[in-house]
T-cell receptor, first 112, second 115 residues
Framework: GDSVTQMEGPVTLSEEAFLTINCTYTATGYPSLFWYVQYPGEGLQLLLKATKADDKGSNKGFEATYRKETTSFHLEKGSVQVSDSAVYFCALGNTNAGKSTFGDGTTLTVKP | GAVVSQHPSRVICKSGTSVKIECRSLDFQATTMFWYRQFPKQSLMLMATSNEGSKATYEQGVEKDKFLINHASLTLSTLTVTSAHPEDSSFYIC???????????FGAGSRLTVL
């Protein structure tokens, strides 16, 4: 079945550091890939998405490229801020029913 | 954009009582909604798929008599935790698909504490 493997956390960075959170997936067919972010005490919000190979999703300075050859969708940001501290979930959607498969989440803490 | 409202955001109840959590799609119709459970510092565990006008589809290991799901309209799904016990304390989150490409819109979550 489908699965998502995310880089284990927690990740602690200083403000303005470069961020990479690795995500790889296993799926049949051609899934859509997502990154969701969860701030403390809240639900999840869509951060970015990519629907086909070589697509790059981007939002709020975050980027991720759908790499079919390496089955990866790594999240990157060139300069993190304290406000980026949150839990980040990589996910894939492989059916029209909307059911998604989530990674375990990576907690990011950015220190001033 | 699509908005999913979840209520209540926090609830505390006594052991043995039942608690209902509502999930509403505010500006779109959702024939399918999803209910998740999240333990502290852990990922989302899909509990069930809520289908408008029909029975919910539960994931393996989730007690359907314990976690009652009703999806009576295109904008409302409810999760009732029956005869709640302290081990049911958790963060419950709902989601719905509002557009194409399987994008999910999530509610803000409901934190249940059973004393």
């Amino acid at each position: 079945g489908d699965s998502v493997t995310q880089m284990e956390g927690p990740v602690t960075l200083s403000e303005e550091a470069f961020l990479t959170i690795n995500c790889t997936y296993t799926a049949t067919g051609y899934p859509s890939l997502f990154w969701y972010v969860q701030y403390p005490g809240e639900g999840l919000q869509l951060l970015l998405k990519a629907t086909k190979a070589d697509d790059k999703g981007s939002n709020k300075g975050f980027e991720a490229t759908y790499r079919k050859e390496t089955t990866s969708f790594h999240l990157e940001k060139g300069s993190v801020q304290v406000s980026d501290s949150a839990v980040y979930f990589c996910a894939l959607g492989n059916t029209n029913a909307g059911k998604s498969t989530f990674g375990d989440g990576t907690t990011l803490t950015v220190k001033p | 954009g699509a908005v999913v409202s979840q209520h209540p955001s926090r609830v505390i109840c006594k052991s043995g009582t039942s608690v209902k959590i509502e999930c509403r799609s505010l500006d779109f119709q959702a024939t399918t909604m999803f209910w998740y459970r999240q333990f502290p510092k852990q990922s989302l565990m899909l509990m069930a798929t809520s289908n408008e006008g029909s029975k919910a589809t539960y994931e393996q290991g989730v007690e359907k008599d314990k976690f009652l799901i009703n999806h009576a309209s295109l904008t409302l799904s409810t999760l009732t935790v029956t005869s709640a016990h302290p081990e049911d304390s958790s963060f419950y989150i709902c989601s719905a698909s509002a557009g194409g490409a399987n994008v999910l819109t999530f509610g803000a979550g409901s934190r249940l504490t059973v004393l």
